[in-house]
């Protein structure tokens, strides 16, 4: 029989894949994961977290200051709704 150019006589073709991967996962299932500067992008796992909106992460305190004034208005709006859903775990009894 002769070579045929179309490929579906020829069966499927084999494609060599790997999994991907994240660029924020880790090795080990117990680790945090990276986690990103909100004001110079850097990545790692010990960066400290806005303590009033909990939402964004932050080298150090020269990041946090000089993010503040970008991230103002969303903190104080995420941090309004912890406060509310802190209030309403309060207030709904836990076996209703």
């Not at 029989?1 to 069966?11: E, I, R, Y």
């Not at 790997?18 to 880790?26: N, Q, R």
């Not at 992460?57 to 946090?64: A, P």
């Amino acid at each position: 029989m002769a070579p045929t150019n179309d490929k579906k006589a020829q069966g499927p073709s084999t494609v060599d894949t790997k999994p991907v991967v994240s660029a924020d996962a880790t090795d080990d299932e117990d680790s945090k994961p990276a986690q990103t500067c909100a004001s110079c992008g850097t990545k790692g796992q010990d960066l400290k977290r806005c303590t009033a909106c909990k939402s964004v992460h932050y080298c150090n305190r020269e990041c946090q200051k000089s993010h503040r004034r970008a991230h103002k208005v969303e903190c104080k709006k995420r941090e309004k709704q912890l406060r509310l859903g802190v209030a309403l775990k309060r207030a709904i009894p836990d076996d209703v």
